[in-house]
């Protein structure tokens, strides 16, 4: 019997002109992503994406990795058969029979999408349901709540017999939303404001901030594993890493010490608009916050914007702590990113920030910093890392 992969299309079937280009940008992704399983004709029909196995082909690891490709709203394993009403019987006896034996009750589910099959959904349903009881008589229909519902869809090509469905990861395929420059530490927030902006269609390139030797190569580690678990969503990425220790060393050096942090947090807006400039990225983003710490006040996030010409995203800005360790949780960076580790946002952290920060007295507190150097120097000595999924 043969087995295929269904992804059924989320948030693109809304698409209209452009849905081509995100149907095409979906397929590429997952034909990219179900590589190492095998080899697999992908094709996409009525709002459907099939994934079909070419030989020996690891199905579970492909059922796997296609739940966690952003695009698809559900993902199920189907039975594919001749679209003969008794074919369709003896495939859902074969292909469900252990979870029918499993269960007290159940039901039938048709779709047509192929409407020259010469009969209705409903009657569909009820043949096949009408065997299937002879067959199972231990099983009761129940149309309301049945533990297990066979489902056949009659498609052009063939027809399917699956049971339930996946969730998929929703959102929108990766490259069709462009690209951004991610701030990543190794906090709680920034993997999950990753993870979300990734989940809108947009490829991410992270850049992390160290300052050896008042930041470790732990600290640096944690960020490449927080990477490689965000790969499972995100794809190949290459991490720039920014040397900061001398920006911190002059900040610390030239500006008042209530202004360290404003100060330090500008340069890195600065830099990583350089790296997004150089890579073609259309906004930065951050895992910044409302109210969490001195430096996400309103003012505060109004100071540190000032400097850049490019849009930052902040999608976490209203979260509160609780629902971000939830989402934390649920994909998978939260063990990692509580590990302890120093950040460089807390080597030479001021006994009193300024929380209320206005524009003027941060221009006066970069006054005797060579701005534009230190973003050359920063940016020249850029080490690149690629992480492979
Ligand atoms: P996180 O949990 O993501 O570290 P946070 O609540 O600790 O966030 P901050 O330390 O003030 O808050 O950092 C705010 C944001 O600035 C982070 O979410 C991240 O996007 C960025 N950021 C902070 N430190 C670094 C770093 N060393 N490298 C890259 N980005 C950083
Ligand atoms: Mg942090």
Redesign the pocket.
Known sequence: MDDIILLKQGEIILKGQNRRHFESQLMANIRRRLKPFGEFEIYCMQSTIYVEPRGDCDMDGALDAAGTVFGANSVLRAAACEKDKDAIVETAVEYLGDKLNAVKSFKVESKRADKRFPMGSIELSRYVGGLLHERFPHLTPDMHSPELTVNVEIRDLAAYVHGPALPGAGGLPIGAGGRMV????????????THMIAKRGVKVIP?????PPY?SEMAKDK?MTLTKILTKYCGRMVVEL?P?THIQEEIRAHSPEGFF?IVM?RL?MRI?EQIAINNGCTAL?????LG??A??TAEALAVTEECVNIPILRP?VAFDKQEIIERARLIGTFET?ILPYE????VFTPRRPRTKPRIEDVLEAESGLDITALVEEAVAGIERVAVEV
Do not use: K
């Open positions: 991610t701030l990543l530490s190794g906090g709680i927030d920034s993997p999950v404001a850049v992390h901030f160290a300052s930041t960020v920014v900061f942090t947090r890195m990583a983003v951050t895992g910044e916050n969490q710490v430096s996400q976490l990113s950040d460089c946002c807390t």
